[in-house]
């Protein structure tokens, strides 16, 4: 199957310092492009160590937009509607409020999911606080703790509602929602969308334009491969960025922020949804493993990652399933991320067991489940066998038993 695969030079274009290290997962952080090592280097010595101030003049300035426009080739978006700053928790609070206080008082609900991602939820209590009126919170109940409940959602959608906010790939399950028909039964209630797109870009293929999607946010660490806590990404639908203010108003948001007048008027477009100065180091970084993606093709991508979870399922059957594993994502492809997660009543010894005797770099999400990332762009079909029998072999040999008390802070 890897020699087959017309996508495997490309793992040749990340750095690999231990080749038998089998890494699974970049649905977490993703690997480092080794055009990024020449890049930090340019930019701390040149850019930095010799252009000092004149760089901003020399393309820091553009850099937020530029990479943004880059991401918005990934996800349906068009140019001017996607620009890198901040996190995706502090993306999620701006574009939030701002929709919420647009909309008149009688919309005051905001649906989620109980498969959110915790900070997204915590958000949204804080914008209940902040709103200035009374918000009501309504987090609909998975049926299963794996899969979306789509009709109890659509159920729930009516003029009450402000905002849905879900992410679009769940981060335990890896459950992916449709994109274009939730955002569409909302819109037949006048309630607007708000996706988080963390677990989706760069693996599950995204159209915010089809859908007309009103607001989006995500990573850029996870599959694009941007380098720890890089900036993440917000999206905001053209039509829109004239009406939203945003409630995080600093001087890099304003119009001729640099004439330093003292009344703030936003800036023209997306940028009016900028702050502070950007983190240059970081926000230069999410650029090559972003090109990486748009040179390989997320068709292709998708294609290669959904080869991949058939014989990663297929090896569950025959090897795990009888070792007491049991399935924690859909069966079903259409409803799959490009992650899969495994229970087992000893998720978090094996884990660790792998990560200590079998160098194998997967995660776990409490309460019982081994997550394998498949990052299709350096994942060989290899990684994903190899995978599964050291998993089946720190089972069999009980290697797990001496971690059972051990908790480490991220996992
Ligand atoms: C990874 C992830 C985040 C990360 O948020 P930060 O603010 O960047 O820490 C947010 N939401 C989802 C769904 C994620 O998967």
Avoid at 6 to 27: C, K, M, Q, W
Avoid at 31 to 41: E, F, H, V
Avoid at 134 to 143: A, C, D, F, G, Y
Avoid at 293 to 319: P, V
Wanted: charged share 25%; hydrophobic share 40%; net charge negative.
């Amino acid at each position: 199957m890897d020699r087959e695969d017309p996508l495997a030079p490309f793992a040749r274009r990340f750095e690999r310092p231990d080749p038998d290290l089998i890494y699974v997962d970049g649905n977490s952080l993703g690997r480092l492009p080794k055009d990024s090592i020449a890049l930090a280097d340019e930019i701390v010595r040149h850019q930095w160590g010799d252009r000092l101030i004149r760089s901003w003049n020399e393309g820091w300035l553009e850099l937020q937009e530029r990479i943004g426009n880059k991401i918005a080739h990934l996800i349906g978006a068009e140019p001017g509607e996607v620009i890198l700053a901040d996190s995706t928790s502090v993306n999620l609070f701006k574009l939030a409020l701002a929709a919420i206080r647009q909309m008149p008082d009688s919309r005051r609900v905001i649906l989620s999911d109980t498969l959110n991602f915790p900070s997204d939820l915590h958000i949204m209590e804080g914008i209940a606080q902040l709103a200035g009126r009374k918000i009501e919170l309504k987090w609909i109940p998975s049926p299963d703790g794996c899969h979306g409940p789509v009709e109890a959602i659509v159920s729930a959608l009516d003029e009450k509602g402000a905002l849905l906010t879900l992410s679009h790939t769940v981060f335990k399950s890896g459950y992916t929602y449709d994109l274009v028909h939730l955002t569409r039964a909302a819109q037949r209630h006048g309630v607007w969308t708000l996706w988080d797109l963390s677990h989706s870009v760069g693996s599950v293929p995204v159209d915010l334009g089809k859908a007309g999607a009103e607001l989006a946010v995500g990573c850029t660490y996870k599959y694009l491969n941007g380098g720890p806590g890089a900036p993440a990404f917000l999206y905001v639908r053209k039509d829109l960025q004239e009406v939203l203010a945003n409630p995080i108003s600093g001087w890099i948001g304003r119009d001729r922020f640099f004439e330093f007048d003292l009344d703030y008027r936003p800036a023209f477009g997306i940028r009016r949804f900028l702050t502070g100065t950007p983190p240059v180091l970081s926000t230069s970084l999410v650029e090559k493993g972003v090109d990486l993606l748009i040179e390989a093709g997320m068709k292709a991508l998708r294609q290669k990652a959904q080869r991949q979870i058939r014989l990663l399922l297929d090896l569950y059957e025959a090897h795990l399933r009888p070792l007491g594993f049991t399935l924690n994502s859909p069966q079903d492809p259409q409803f799959q991320g490009s992650h899969i997660s495994l229970g087992h009543p000893h998720a978090l010894g094996i884990d660790l067991a792998l990560i200590h005797e079998m160098k194998v770099l997967p995660d776990f999400r409490a309460p019982d489940n081994i997550r394998i990332g498949i990052a299709p762009l350096y994942n060989s079909f290899w990684d994903i066998y190899e995978t599964v029998r050291r998993i089946r072999q720190v089972v069999e040999e009980n290697r797990f038993e001496k971690y059972e008390q051990d908790r480490p802070e991220v996992t």
